[in-house]
């Protein structure tokens, strides 16, 4: 099946500075990768996604990119600011047969930016 | 207002027995998943459904159980067979076509 590795675990940045994320997958097959924002006690929230016939994509502050020859992708977050501190998590994912599709997530990114 | 809805925010249960969460959503999906999320890990599929009358194991299922018989309503039973049930559950759901998943905000369960 399906493994995602991310990294770092945990991840401190200055207010303004830029934050980097990376993950890697296992499965040549999978053609969707979202990037969620999960705040203390909440349910995740989508922020950015990419498909697999895209190299990049930018959503203001935040853009991903993946290298499907590498299985690897990355979020980017530019002009960081004290609301981008939350846990990311990557996800790499496979569509069901019959419909929906399977989210196989990274272990989480702890996001903290200081003043 | 659209959206999905988890009941209760916490439950406390007694070692033994059987707890069930609620997941409903108005947003048309046919598609509903529910994960578990552990301190430090990332979210693990439980059990998803594709349709009304019909749910397939995901990746933990051990110890659960589910039921899809509206299409609105996809509730998760916590088993007394579940080795290590606290943990932090949440639900999704998708539409055909469409590959995001929208989570609800979680039921935070601790057993004793």
């Known amino acids: 099946g399906e493994n995602v590795e991310q990294h770092p675990s945990t991840l401190s940045v200055q207010e303004g500075d830029s934050a980097v994320i990376k993950c890697t997958y296992s499965d040549s097959a999978s053609n969707y990768f979202p990037w969620y924002k999960q705040e203390l006690g909440k349910g995740p929230q989508l922020i950015i996604d990419?498909?697999?016939?895209?190299g990049e994509k930018k959503d203001q502050r935040i853009a991903v990119t993946l290298n499907k020859t590498a299985k690897h992708f990355s979020l980017h977050i530019t002009e960081t600011q004290p609301e981008d501190s939350a846990v990311y998590f990557c996800a790499a994912s496979n569509a069901f047969t019959g419909g929906g599709n399977k989210l196989t997530f990274g272990t989480g990114t702890q996001l903290k930016v200081e003043l | 207002d659209g959206g999905i809805t988890q009941s209760p925010k916490y439950l406390f249960r007694k070692e033994g027995q059987n707890v069930t969460l609620s997941c409903e959503q108005n947003l048309n999906h046919d598609a509903m998943y529910w994960y578990r999320q552990d301190p430090g890990q990332g979210l693990r599929l439980i059990y998803y459904?594709?349709?009304?009358?019909?749910?397939q194991k995901g990746d933990i299922a051990e110890g659960y159980s589910v039921s899809r018989e509206k299409k609105e309503s996809f509730p998760l039973t916590v088993t007394s067979a579940q080795k290590n049930p606290t943990a932090f559950y949440l639900c999704?759901?998708?539409?055909?076509?469409?590959?995001?998943?929208?989570f609800g905000p979680g039921t935070r369960l601790t057993v004793t």
């Open positions: 459904s594709q349709i009304v009358n019909d749910f």
């Open positions: 990419i498909r697999s016939n895209v």
């Open positions: 999704a759901s998708s539409s055909p076509g469409d590959d995001e998943q929208y």
